[in-house]
Protein backbone atom coordinates (compact mmCIF):
# COMPACT_ATOMS: atom_id res chain seq x y z
CA UNK A 1 0.00 0.00 0.00
CA UNK A 2 1.42 3.44 -0.71
CA UNK A 3 1.76 6.43 2.42
CA UNK A 4 -1.47 8.00 1.32
CA UNK A 5 -3.33 4.78 2.08
CA UNK A 6 -2.23 3.78 5.29
CA UNK A 7 -2.96 7.30 6.60
CA UNK A 8 -5.07 7.58 9.15
CA UNK A 9 -7.69 10.34 7.90
CA UNK A 10 -10.47 12.45 9.48
CA UNK A 11 -12.82 14.18 7.56
CA UNK A 12 -15.51 16.47 9.32
CA UNK A 13 -17.54 19.68 8.76
CA UNK A 14 -19.88 18.90 6.00
CA UNK A 15 -22.35 16.44 4.77
CA UNK A 16 -21.55 12.46 4.72
CA UNK A 17 -24.02 10.46 2.39
CA UNK A 18 -24.09 6.86 4.18
CA UNK A 19 -26.75 4.60 5.23
CA UNK A 20 -24.94 4.26 8.97
CA UNK A 21 -25.99 7.08 10.15
CA UNK A 22 -28.19 9.70 7.43
CA UNK A 23 -27.16 12.79 9.74
CA UNK A 24 -23.46 11.79 9.61
CA UNK A 25 -20.86 15.29 9.28
CA UNK A 26 -17.77 13.31 9.64
CA UNK A 27 -15.93 10.15 8.71
CA UNK A 28 -12.25 8.29 9.61
CA UNK A 29 -10.70 6.48 6.92
CA UNK A 30 -7.81 3.79 8.30
CA UNK A 31 -5.60 1.50 5.27
CA UNK A 32 -7.78 2.28 2.40
CA UNK A 33 -11.25 1.60 4.29
CA UNK A 34 -14.22 3.65 5.97
CA UNK A 35 -13.41 2.99 9.75
CA UNK A 36 -15.81 5.27 11.17
CA UNK A 37 -19.04 7.48 9.82
CA UNK A 38 -20.74 9.46 12.72
CA UNK A 39 -21.62 13.10 14.10
CA UNK A 40 -19.29 16.11 14.55
CA UNK A 41 -19.23 15.51 17.91
CA UNK A 42 -18.33 12.58 17.82
CA UNK A 43 -15.05 13.28 15.83
CA UNK A 44 -13.51 14.81 18.75
CA UNK A 45 -12.73 11.89 19.88
CA UNK A 46 -10.53 10.97 16.88
CA UNK A 47 -8.69 14.32 16.28
CA UNK A 48 -5.92 13.79 17.70
CA UNK A 49 -5.45 10.17 16.93
CA UNK A 50 -4.99 10.78 12.97
CA UNK A 51 -2.63 11.61 10.81
CA UNK A 52 -4.64 14.28 9.15
CA UNK A 53 -7.95 16.39 9.24
CA UNK A 54 -10.02 17.63 6.72
CA UNK A 55 -12.17 20.56 6.66
CA UNK A 56 -15.12 20.04 4.67
CA UNK A 57 -16.51 23.27 4.70
CA UNK A 58 -20.19 21.90 4.35
CA UNK A 59 -19.22 20.14 1.58
CA UNK A 60 -20.84 17.06 0.67
CA UNK A 61 -19.33 13.53 0.64
CA UNK A 62 -20.64 10.29 -1.45
CA UNK A 63 -19.59 7.12 -2.47
CA UNK A 64 -17.35 7.64 -5.44
CA UNK A 65 -19.32 6.91 -8.83
CA UNK A 66 -18.76 3.59 -10.37
CA UNK A 67 -19.56 4.13 -14.61
CA UNK A 68 -20.28 0.24 -15.60
CA UNK A 69 -19.96 0.36 -19.16
CA UNK A 70 -17.13 2.11 -20.53
CA UNK A 71 -14.91 2.43 -23.73
CA UNK A 72 -11.52 3.45 -22.57
CA UNK A 73 -9.16 3.63 -24.82
CA UNK A 74 -12.15 5.05 -27.25
CA UNK A 75 -13.40 7.49 -25.06
CA UNK A 76 -9.54 8.75 -24.27
CA UNK A 77 -9.21 9.06 -28.27
CA UNK A 78 -12.38 10.87 -28.29
CA UNK A 79 -11.00 13.52 -25.99
CA UNK A 80 -7.83 14.13 -27.16
CA UNK A 81 -8.35 13.66 -31.37
CA UNK A 82 -11.56 14.25 -33.55
CA UNK A 83 -14.83 14.61 -31.48
CA UNK A 84 -17.83 15.25 -33.67
CA UNK A 85 -20.44 14.77 -31.33
CA UNK A 86 -21.15 18.78 -31.19
CA UNK A 87 -21.30 18.86 -35.32
CA UNK A 88 -25.00 20.33 -35.98
CA UNK A 89 -24.87 19.69 -40.04
CA UNK A 90 -23.37 17.41 -42.07
CA UNK A 91 -21.50 20.16 -43.57
CA UNK A 92 -20.17 21.39 -39.91
CA UNK A 93 -19.27 17.79 -39.33
CA UNK A 94 -16.73 18.16 -42.64
CA UNK A 95 -15.13 21.46 -41.49
CA UNK A 96 -14.32 19.90 -38.34
CA UNK A 97 -12.79 16.50 -40.55
CA UNK A 98 -11.08 18.94 -42.66
CA UNK A 99 -9.69 20.92 -39.89
CA UNK A 100 -8.33 18.07 -37.80
CA UNK A 101 -6.57 16.58 -40.76
CA UNK A 102 -4.74 19.94 -41.52
CA UNK A 103 -3.82 20.15 -37.94
CA UNK A 104 -2.45 16.31 -38.25
CA UNK A 105 -0.43 15.96 -40.85
CA UNK A 106 1.84 13.07 -39.83
CA UNK A 107 -0.67 10.69 -38.45
CA UNK A 108 -0.76 7.60 -40.12
CA UNK A 109 -4.63 6.81 -39.83
CA UNK A 110 -6.54 9.94 -38.70
CA UNK A 111 -9.83 8.81 -35.92
CA UNK A 112 -12.63 10.15 -34.79
CA UNK A 113 -15.95 9.82 -33.14
CA UNK A 114 -19.30 11.08 -32.49
CA UNK A 115 -21.38 11.88 -36.02
CA UNK A 116 -24.96 11.57 -35.49
CA UNK A 117 -27.05 12.15 -38.41
CA UNK A 118 -30.22 11.86 -36.71
CA UNK A 119 -29.52 15.32 -35.44
CA UNK A 120 -29.04 17.21 -38.63
CA UNK A 121 -30.79 19.02 -40.89
CA UNK A 122 -29.32 16.68 -44.39
CA UNK A 123 -30.21 13.49 -42.26
CA UNK A 124 -27.76 12.09 -43.99
CA UNK A 125 -24.16 10.64 -42.94
CA UNK A 126 -20.93 11.76 -44.78
CA UNK A 127 -20.11 10.44 -48.22
CA UNK A 128 -16.46 8.19 -48.71
CA UNK A 129 -16.57 10.82 -51.75
CA UNK A 130 -17.30 14.12 -49.24
CA UNK A 131 -14.85 11.95 -46.66
CA UNK A 132 -12.07 11.60 -49.25
CA UNK A 133 -11.99 15.58 -50.08
CA UNK A 134 -12.06 16.13 -46.61
CA UNK A 135 -8.70 14.19 -45.22
CA UNK A 136 -7.38 15.29 -48.82
CA UNK A 137 -7.26 11.22 -49.51
CA UNK A 138 -5.97 10.02 -46.13
CA UNK A 139 -6.62 7.14 -44.26
CA UNK A 140 -9.54 8.32 -41.98
CA UNK A 141 -12.40 6.26 -39.48
CA UNK A 142 -15.23 7.64 -37.72
CA UNK A 143 -17.52 6.20 -35.68
CA UNK A 144 -21.44 6.89 -35.81
CA UNK A 145 -22.65 8.62 -32.14
CA UNK A 146 -23.58 4.79 -31.28
CA UNK A 147 -20.20 3.03 -32.80
CA UNK A 148 -22.38 0.42 -34.32
CA UNK A 149 -21.42 1.86 -37.65
CA UNK A 150 -18.61 3.96 -39.17
CA UNK A 151 -17.56 5.66 -42.16
CA UNK A 152 -14.46 5.22 -44.09
CA UNK A 153 -12.18 6.90 -46.70
CA UNK A 154 -11.58 4.82 -49.34
CA UNK A 155 -7.51 5.00 -48.72
CA UNK A 156 -8.16 3.07 -45.46
CA UNK A 157 -10.80 0.89 -47.07
CA UNK A 158 -7.96 -0.30 -49.42
CA UNK A 159 -5.81 -1.21 -45.86
CA UNK A 160 -8.58 -3.67 -45.58
CA UNK A 161 -8.45 -6.63 -48.00
CA UNK A 162 -11.57 -8.57 -49.27
CA UNK A 163 -13.79 -5.86 -47.44
CA UNK A 164 -16.00 -5.20 -50.33
CA UNK A 165 -17.41 -8.67 -50.08
CA UNK A 166 -17.98 -8.67 -46.13
CA UNK A 167 -21.90 -8.03 -44.80
CA UNK A 168 -22.31 -5.01 -44.29
CA UNK A 169 -20.59 -2.85 -46.85
CA UNK A 170 -21.77 -0.10 -48.40
CA UNK A 171 -19.95 1.83 -51.42
CA UNK A 172 -20.93 5.28 -49.97
CA UNK A 173 -22.81 5.05 -47.16
CA UNK A 174 -21.94 3.34 -42.90
CA UNK A 175 -20.29 0.29 -43.09
CA UNK A 176 -21.98 -2.18 -40.49
CA UNK A 177 -21.62 -5.53 -39.03
CA UNK A 178 -18.07 -7.67 -40.44
CA UNK A 179 -17.44 -4.55 -42.86
CA UNK A 180 -17.31 -2.52 -39.86
CA UNK A 181 -15.68 -4.90 -37.89
CA UNK A 182 -12.62 -5.49 -39.82
CA UNK A 183 -12.01 -1.86 -40.80
CA UNK A 184 -12.01 -0.86 -37.10
CA UNK A 185 -9.32 -3.37 -36.53
CA UNK A 186 -7.40 -2.26 -39.03
CA UNK A 187 -7.78 1.21 -37.67
CA UNK A 188 -6.83 0.46 -34.00
CA UNK A 189 -4.27 -1.61 -35.10
CA UNK A 190 -2.47 1.81 -36.34
CA UNK A 191 -2.28 3.06 -33.20
CA UNK A 192 1.27 3.53 -31.73
CA UNK A 193 1.31 1.97 -27.75
CA UNK A 194 1.81 5.45 -26.70
CA UNK A 195 -1.03 6.85 -28.07
CA UNK A 196 -2.97 4.44 -26.55
CA UNK A 197 -1.80 5.15 -23.09
CA UNK A 198 -2.31 8.76 -23.51
CA UNK A 199 -5.92 7.99 -24.52
CA UNK A 200 -6.03 5.98 -21.39
CA UNK A 201 -4.32 8.07 -19.03
CA UNK A 202 -7.01 11.10 -20.85
CA UNK A 203 -9.95 8.75 -19.85
CA UNK A 204 -8.87 7.58 -16.24
CA UNK A 205 -8.06 11.43 -15.78
CA UNK A 206 -11.18 12.75 -17.00
CA UNK A 207 -13.39 10.13 -15.07
CA UNK A 208 -11.40 11.11 -11.89
CA UNK A 209 -12.74 14.51 -12.61
CA UNK A 210 -15.96 13.53 -12.16
CA UNK A 211 -16.16 11.64 -8.72
CA UNK A 212 -16.03 8.27 -10.88
CA UNK A 213 -13.98 5.45 -8.61
CA UNK A 214 -13.91 2.38 -10.79
CA UNK A 215 -15.03 1.97 -14.41
CA UNK A 216 -15.99 -1.30 -15.90
CA UNK A 217 -14.29 -1.81 -19.55
CA UNK A 218 -16.18 -3.57 -21.72
CA UNK A 219 -13.91 -4.80 -24.68
CA UNK A 220 -13.85 -7.67 -27.37
CA UNK A 221 -12.28 -9.01 -30.00
CA UNK A 222 -15.24 -7.18 -32.11
CA UNK A 223 -14.16 -3.79 -30.26
CA UNK A 224 -11.08 -3.30 -29.77
CA UNK A 225 -8.00 -5.98 -29.42
CA UNK A 226 -6.09 -8.07 -26.70
CA UNK A 227 -3.19 -6.16 -26.43
CA UNK A 228 -5.40 -2.71 -25.93
CA UNK A 229 -7.36 -4.83 -23.41
CA UNK A 230 -4.15 -6.07 -21.54
CA UNK A 231 -2.07 -2.95 -21.45
CA UNK A 232 -5.45 -0.77 -20.08
CA UNK A 233 -5.41 -3.42 -17.03
CA UNK A 234 -1.58 -3.16 -16.42
CA UNK A 235 -1.32 1.11 -16.40
CA UNK A 236 -4.61 0.68 -14.35
CA UNK A 237 -2.69 -1.33 -11.65
CA UNK A 238 0.67 0.35 -12.14
CA UNK A 239 -1.09 3.83 -11.84
CA UNK A 240 -2.97 5.66 -9.20
CA UNK A 241 -6.78 6.78 -11.08
CA UNK A 242 -10.11 5.04 -11.09
CA UNK A 243 -10.25 0.96 -10.51
CA UNK A 244 -10.27 -0.61 -14.15
CA UNK A 245 -12.73 -4.13 -14.04
CA UNK A 246 -12.21 -5.79 -16.67
CA UNK A 247 -14.76 -7.77 -19.19
CA UNK A 248 -13.82 -9.60 -22.61
CA UNK A 249 -16.81 -10.20 -25.35
CA UNK A 250 -15.94 -13.14 -26.16
CA UNK A 251 -18.12 -16.16 -26.94
CA UNK A 252 -16.76 -19.34 -25.01
CA UNK A 253 -18.83 -22.94 -24.99
CA UNK A 254 -15.97 -24.71 -22.60
CA UNK A 255 -13.79 -24.32 -19.68
CA UNK A 256 -10.36 -24.26 -22.13
CA UNK A 257 -12.32 -20.90 -23.60
CA UNK A 258 -13.35 -19.98 -20.20
CA UNK A 259 -9.74 -19.85 -18.85
CA UNK A 260 -8.57 -18.31 -22.35
CA UNK A 261 -10.79 -15.32 -21.22
CA UNK A 262 -9.21 -15.25 -17.76
CA UNK A 263 -6.17 -15.50 -18.50
CA UNK A 264 -6.24 -12.02 -19.98
CA UNK A 265 -7.34 -10.77 -16.94
CA UNK A 266 -11.36 -10.49 -17.64
CA UNK A 267 -13.84 -11.05 -14.66
CA UNK A 268 -16.22 -11.98 -16.71
CA UNK A 269 -16.84 -13.29 -20.78
CA UNK A 270 -19.62 -10.21 -20.66
CA UNK A 271 -19.98 -6.80 -22.07
CA UNK A 272 -20.85 -5.89 -25.13
CA UNK A 273 -20.87 -9.34 -26.78
CA UNK A 274 -23.06 -8.66 -29.32
CA UNK A 275 -26.68 -10.28 -29.73
CA UNK A 276 -27.39 -7.50 -31.74
CA UNK A 277 -26.37 -3.39 -32.99
CA UNK A 278 -28.13 -0.43 -31.65
CA UNK A 279 -31.56 1.56 -32.67
CA UNK A 280 -29.58 4.34 -34.25
CA UNK A 281 -27.97 2.35 -37.48
CA UNK A 282 -30.85 0.07 -37.59
CA UNK A 283 -29.10 -3.06 -36.51
CA UNK A 284 -30.87 -3.65 -32.70
CA UNK A 285 -32.56 -7.27 -33.42
CA UNK A 286 -36.85 -6.47 -33.52
CA UNK A 287 -39.52 -8.55 -33.27
CA UNK A 288 -41.81 -6.02 -35.59
CA UNK A 289 -39.71 -4.07 -38.65
CA UNK A 290 -38.42 -0.52 -38.00
CA UNK A 291 -41.24 2.32 -38.47
CA UNK A 292 -38.06 4.10 -40.96
CA UNK A 293 -37.22 0.75 -42.34
CA UNK A 294 -38.12 -2.72 -44.12
CA UNK A 295 -36.85 -5.06 -41.74
CA UNK A 296 -35.70 -6.29 -38.05
CA UNK A 297 -32.32 -5.49 -37.75
CA UNK A 298 -29.52 -7.71 -37.50
CA UNK A 299 -29.26 -11.20 -34.96
CA UNK A 300 -25.63 -12.15 -34.30
CA UNK A 301 -26.55 -14.62 -31.18
CA UNK A 302 -29.17 -17.12 -30.83
CA UNK A 303 -30.40 -18.53 -27.75
CA UNK A 304 -28.73 -21.85 -28.08
CA UNK A 305 -25.43 -19.58 -28.27
CA UNK A 306 -26.60 -17.49 -25.37
CA UNK A 307 -27.35 -20.72 -23.77
CA UNK A 308 -24.05 -22.74 -24.26
CA UNK A 309 -22.23 -19.48 -23.47
CA UNK A 310 -23.97 -19.06 -19.87
CA UNK A 311 -23.48 -22.98 -19.32
CA UNK A 312 -19.80 -22.81 -19.55
CA UNK A 313 -19.22 -19.46 -17.75
CA UNK A 314 -21.25 -20.48 -14.62
CA UNK A 315 -19.95 -24.26 -14.56
CA UNK A 316 -16.17 -22.01 -14.84
CA UNK A 317 -17.56 -19.56 -12.60
CA UNK A 318 -16.92 -16.52 -14.86
CA UNK A 319 -19.66 -13.80 -15.18
CA UNK A 320 -21.39 -14.00 -18.12
CA UNK A 321 -22.54 -11.67 -20.24
CA UNK A 322 -24.59 -10.31 -23.37
CA UNK A 323 -25.29 -6.64 -25.44
CA UNK A 324 -28.60 -6.76 -26.29
CA UNK A 325 -31.10 -4.14 -27.43
CA UNK A 326 -34.00 -4.93 -29.53
CA UNK A 327 -36.90 -6.89 -27.90
CA UNK A 328 -36.16 -9.89 -30.22
CA UNK A 329 -32.58 -9.74 -28.97
CA UNK A 330 -33.43 -9.41 -24.96
CA UNK A 331 -35.71 -12.47 -25.69
CA UNK A 332 -32.72 -14.45 -26.66
CA UNK A 333 -30.78 -13.75 -23.95
CA UNK A 334 -33.94 -14.19 -22.02
CA UNK A 335 -34.78 -17.87 -23.92
CA UNK A 336 -30.42 -18.80 -23.49
CA UNK A 337 -30.12 -17.86 -20.23
CA UNK A 338 -33.26 -19.95 -19.10
CA UNK A 339 -32.30 -22.96 -20.91
CA UNK A 340 -28.81 -23.04 -18.80
CA UNK A 341 -30.73 -22.63 -15.67
CA UNK A 342 -32.78 -25.44 -16.45
CA UNK A 343 -29.42 -27.53 -16.95
CA UNK A 344 -27.55 -26.37 -14.26
CA UNK A 345 -30.39 -25.55 -11.90
CA UNK A 346 -31.66 -22.24 -11.19
CA UNK A 347 -29.65 -21.06 -8.21
CA UNK A 348 -26.52 -21.77 -9.26
CA UNK A 349 -27.08 -19.35 -12.31
CA UNK A 350 -28.81 -16.49 -10.18
CA UNK A 351 -25.72 -16.86 -7.79
CA UNK A 352 -23.31 -16.16 -10.86
CA UNK A 353 -24.94 -12.74 -11.12
CA UNK A 354 -24.92 -12.40 -15.63
CA UNK A 355 -25.63 -9.18 -16.73
CA UNK A 356 -27.90 -7.77 -19.84
CA UNK A 357 -25.45 -4.34 -21.44
CA UNK A 358 -28.56 -1.89 -22.31
CA UNK A 359 -31.52 -4.03 -22.40
CA UNK A 360 -33.48 -0.90 -23.67
CA UNK A 361 -36.99 -3.20 -25.14
CA UNK A 362 -38.29 -4.67 -22.31
CA UNK A 363 -41.73 -5.93 -21.96
CA UNK A 364 -43.34 -7.49 -18.64
CA UNK A 365 -42.37 -10.69 -19.14
CA UNK A 366 -38.56 -10.56 -20.03
CA UNK A 367 -38.75 -8.14 -16.72
CA UNK A 368 -40.04 -10.88 -15.09
CA UNK A 369 -37.62 -13.04 -16.54
CA UNK A 370 -34.50 -10.92 -15.56
CA UNK A 371 -35.56 -11.00 -11.88
CA UNK A 372 -36.32 -14.85 -12.05
CA UNK A 373 -33.05 -15.31 -13.74
CA UNK A 374 -30.89 -13.07 -11.30
CA UNK A 375 -29.74 -11.17 -14.14
CA UNK A 376 -28.18 -7.37 -13.91
CA UNK A 377 -29.83 -4.92 -16.49
CA UNK A 378 -26.57 -2.85 -17.04
CA UNK A 379 -28.06 0.25 -18.21
CA UNK A 380 -27.41 4.26 -19.43
CA UNK A 381 -29.99 6.64 -19.09
CA UNK A 382 -28.12 9.40 -20.80
CA UNK A 383 -29.64 6.98 -24.21
CA UNK A 384 -33.14 8.25 -23.08
CA UNK A 385 -32.15 12.02 -22.42
CA UNK A 386 -30.39 11.85 -25.74
CA UNK A 387 -32.76 10.43 -27.89
CA UNK A 388 -36.44 9.59 -25.77
CA UNK A 389 -39.05 11.59 -26.29
CA UNK A 390 -42.02 12.08 -28.99
CA UNK A 391 -39.48 13.93 -30.92
CA UNK A 392 -36.33 11.78 -30.55
CA UNK A 393 -34.41 9.29 -32.91
CA UNK A 394 -36.28 6.34 -30.33
CA UNK A 395 -39.75 7.66 -31.99
CA UNK A 396 -38.23 8.00 -35.44
CA UNK A 397 -37.09 4.42 -35.25
CA UNK A 398 -39.99 2.58 -33.92
CA UNK A 399 -42.94 4.66 -33.95
CA UNK A 400 -43.89 6.92 -30.82
CA UNK A 401 -45.72 3.90 -28.83
CA UNK A 402 -43.16 1.89 -29.23
CA UNK A 403 -40.64 3.96 -28.12
CA UNK A 404 -42.43 4.71 -25.01
CA UNK A 405 -41.33 1.02 -23.89
CA UNK A 406 -37.82 2.00 -23.86
CA UNK A 407 -35.75 2.08 -20.82
CA UNK A 408 -38.51 1.17 -18.26
CA UNK A 409 -36.10 1.63 -14.87
CA UNK A 410 -39.18 2.06 -12.59
CA UNK A 411 -40.43 -1.50 -13.61
CA UNK A 412 -37.22 -3.53 -13.17
CA UNK A 413 -36.65 -1.89 -9.62
CA UNK A 414 -40.92 -3.02 -8.68
CA UNK A 415 -39.47 -6.36 -10.37
CA UNK A 416 -36.58 -6.84 -8.02
CA UNK A 417 -34.11 -6.78 -10.96
CA UNK A 418 -30.78 -5.07 -10.09
CA UNK A 419 -29.75 -2.11 -11.73
CA UNK A 420 -26.20 -0.81 -12.74
CA UNK A 421 -25.77 2.65 -14.63
CA UNK A 422 -23.53 3.07 -17.14
CA UNK A 423 -22.47 5.85 -20.07
CA UNK A 424 -21.10 3.81 -22.95
CA UNK A 425 -18.79 6.32 -23.25
CA UNK A 426 -17.65 7.49 -25.72
CA UNK A 427 -21.20 7.05 -26.85
CA UNK A 428 -22.59 9.18 -24.17
CA UNK A 429 -20.13 11.49 -21.99
CA UNK A 430 -18.76 10.02 -18.71
CA UNK A 431 -21.54 12.12 -16.46
CA UNK A 432 -22.65 10.44 -13.23
CA UNK A 433 -24.59 13.10 -11.94
CA UNK A 434 -26.44 13.58 -15.78
CA UNK A 435 -26.81 10.14 -15.67
CA UNK A 436 -28.68 9.71 -11.95
CA UNK A 437 -30.85 12.99 -13.33
CA UNK A 438 -31.83 11.15 -16.63
CA UNK A 439 -33.00 8.39 -15.00
CA UNK A 440 -35.49 10.54 -11.88
CA UNK A 441 -36.58 12.78 -15.12
CA UNK A 442 -36.85 10.45 -17.86
CA UNK A 443 -38.65 11.84 -20.65
CA UNK A 444 -41.47 8.95 -20.43
CA UNK A 445 -42.76 9.65 -16.80
CA UNK A 446 -44.03 6.11 -15.94
CA UNK A 447 -40.22 5.36 -16.28
CA UNK A 448 -38.90 7.57 -14.01
CA UNK A 449 -36.97 6.83 -10.35
CA UNK A 450 -36.02 8.44 -7.22
CA UNK A 451 -32.57 10.12 -7.39
CA UNK A 452 -31.95 7.52 -4.18
CA UNK A 453 -32.50 4.70 -6.68
CA UNK A 454 -30.64 5.87 -9.37
CA UNK A 455 -27.82 7.43 -6.95
CA UNK A 456 -27.83 3.75 -5.98
CA UNK A 457 -27.67 2.35 -9.14
CA UNK A 458 -24.59 4.42 -10.13
CA UNK A 459 -22.18 3.74 -7.30
CA UNK A 460 -23.56 -0.27 -5.27
CA UNK A 461 -25.08 -0.97 -8.51
CA UNK A 462 -21.81 -1.36 -10.00
CA UNK A 463 -19.81 -2.77 -7.32
CA UNK A 464 -23.07 -5.34 -7.03
CA UNK A 465 -23.19 -6.60 -10.22
CA UNK A 466 -19.08 -7.77 -9.58
CA UNK A 467 -20.22 -9.93 -6.89
CA UNK A 468 -19.04 -7.16 -4.43
CA UNK A 469 -21.99 -6.51 -1.41
CA UNK A 470 -19.70 -4.65 0.48
CA UNK A 471 -18.76 -1.35 -1.76
CA UNK A 472 -20.04 1.49 -3.05
CA UNK A 473 -21.43 2.70 0.08
CA UNK A 474 -19.71 4.28 2.93
CA UNK A 475 -20.12 2.23 6.09
CA UNK A 476 -17.27 0.74 8.25
CA UNK A 477 -15.61 -1.68 6.35
CA UNK A 478 -15.91 -0.82 3.09
CA UNK A 479 -13.45 0.47 0.72
CA UNK A 480 -12.33 4.57 0.56
CA UNK A 481 -13.72 5.19 -2.53
CA UNK A 482 -15.19 8.58 -1.92
CA UNK A 483 -16.16 11.82 -3.93
CA UNK A 484 -16.34 15.18 -2.73
CA UNK A 485 -18.42 18.11 -3.85
CA UNK A 486 -19.61 21.38 -3.52
CA UNK A 487 -23.22 21.69 -3.95
CA UNK A 488 -26.41 23.45 -2.72
CA UNK A 489 -29.17 22.11 -0.42
CA UNK A 490 -29.93 18.47 -0.18
CA UNK A 491 -32.90 17.16 -1.16
CA UNK A 492 -34.87 14.12 -1.45
CA UNK A 493 -36.63 13.95 -4.49
CA UNK A 494 -39.24 11.10 -6.03
CA UNK A 495 -41.55 11.00 -8.58
CA UNK A 496 -44.70 10.81 -5.83
CA UNK A 497 -44.57 13.50 -4.15
CA UNK A 498 -45.81 12.27 -1.43
CA UNK A 499 -43.04 9.74 -1.21
CA UNK A 500 -40.86 13.09 -1.38
CA UNK A 501 -42.44 14.82 1.76
CA UNK A 502 -42.16 11.93 3.73
CA UNK A 503 -38.53 11.34 3.09
CA UNK A 504 -37.61 14.89 4.02
CA UNK A 505 -39.22 14.20 7.25
CA UNK A 506 -36.54 14.23 9.58
CA UNK A 507 -38.08 11.50 11.18
CA UNK A 508 -37.83 8.80 8.09
CA UNK A 509 -34.19 8.95 8.49
CA UNK A 510 -33.36 9.60 4.64
CA UNK A 511 -30.19 10.95 3.56
CA UNK A 512 -30.55 13.64 1.21
CA UNK A 513 -28.72 14.29 -1.86
CA UNK A 514 -28.30 17.62 -4.29
CA UNK A 515 -31.31 18.52 -6.26
CA UNK A 516 -31.00 17.46 -9.93
CA UNK A 517 -34.05 19.39 -11.21
CA UNK A 518 -33.77 19.90 -14.53
CA UNK A 519 -31.97 22.89 -16.00
CA UNK A 520 -29.95 23.28 -12.61
CA UNK A 521 -26.44 23.25 -12.00
CA UNK A 522 -24.88 19.87 -11.38
CA UNK A 523 -22.33 19.36 -8.29
CA UNK A 524 -18.84 20.42 -8.91
CA UNK A 525 -16.18 17.46 -7.45
CA UNK A 526 -13.68 18.85 -5.65
CA UNK A 527 -11.66 15.69 -4.63
CA UNK A 528 -12.02 12.49 -5.76
CA UNK A 529 -10.44 9.34 -3.39
CA UNK A 530 -10.11 5.83 -4.74
CA UNK A 531 -8.79 3.20 -1.69
CA UNK A 532 -7.76 5.85 0.48
CA UNK A 533 -5.75 7.93 -2.08
CA UNK A 534 -6.62 11.08 -3.64
CA UNK A 535 -6.53 10.32 -7.26
CA UNK A 536 -8.30 14.25 -8.39
CA UNK A 537 -8.49 17.54 -6.57
CA UNK A 538 -10.00 20.18 -7.98
CA UNK A 539 -8.65 23.28 -8.96
CA UNK A 540 -10.11 25.35 -5.62
CA UNK A 541 -9.01 22.64 -3.17
Known sequence: MTESETRTVLLRGGEVHSPADPFATAMVVER??????????????????????????????????????VHTTATGLALTGLDLSGARSLRDAL??????????????????????????PERRAPSRTELDEATGGRPLYLTRIDVHSAVATTALLDLVPG?????????????????HHAVRAAAHAAVPPRQRAEAQRAARRHAASLGIGSLHECAGPDISDEDDFTALLALAAEEPGPRVHGYWAEAITDAKGAA??????????????????????????LCEPYADAPHTGTAHLDAATVAAHVTACTEAGLQAGFHAIGDAAVGAVVDGV??????????????????????????????????????????????????????GMYAERLGVERARTLNPYAALLRAGVPLAFGSDS???????WGTVRAAAFHRTPGHRISVRAAFTAHTRGGWRVLGRDDAGTLV????????????????????DDRVSRWSTDPR???????????????????????????????PKE
Open 163 to 179: VTSLTGYDQEGPLTAAA
Open 95 to 120: GLVRAHATAHPGVRILLGHGWDSARW
Open 32 to 69: GHVAWVGSEGAADAFATGVDEVVDLDGALVTPAFTDAH
Open 508 to 538: SGTPGLPDLTPGGPLPECLRTVVAGQTVFVG
Open 338 to 391: RAAAERLGLARVRAARHRVEHAEMLVPETIAAFAELGLTASVQPAFDAAWGGED
Open 476 to 495: PGAPADYAVWRTGALVVQAP
Open 426 to 432: PVTPLDP
Open 260 to 285: RVRGLGAIGAAGDLFVDGSLGSHTAH
